[in-house]
């Protein structure tokens, strides 16, 4: 999931992630996981407002522009 520069910061990544768990929890899901690029701050605290924890760092991971980037591994358990 992703939002183009242009379009950041009017709740459409908030309105993409309900729909996605919303849809998710219907379907009888109890694990969520994504990552996301460790300097990624904003969207790392939008997860975090979901309830996704980190569970992991992932050395060089992610391959953007020709350098290697690091991601956390996170997740969200529903009960």
């Known amino acids: 999931m992703g939002v183009i520069d242009s379009h950041r910061g009017r709740g459409i990544g908030r309105a993409l992630?309900?729909?996605a768990l919303h849809a998710a929890?219907?379907?009888g899901f109890t694990r969520i996981e994504l990552t996301?690029?460790?300097d990624n701050t904003r969207a790392k605290q939008l997860y975090e407002s979901f309830g996704f924890a980190?569970?992991?760092l992932c050395k060089r991971h992610i391959?953007?522009?020709g350098?290697?980037?690091d991601s956390y591994l996170m997740?969200?358990?529903h009960e």
């Open 54 to 56: 980190v569970e992991g």
């Open 75 to 77: 997740a969200l358990l």
């Open 17 to 19: 992630m309900e729909a």
């Open 25 to 27: 929890w219907n379907k």
């Open 67 to 69: 350098e290697y980037a």
């Open 63 to 65: 391959l953007v522009k």
């Open 36 to 38: 996301v690029r460790a």
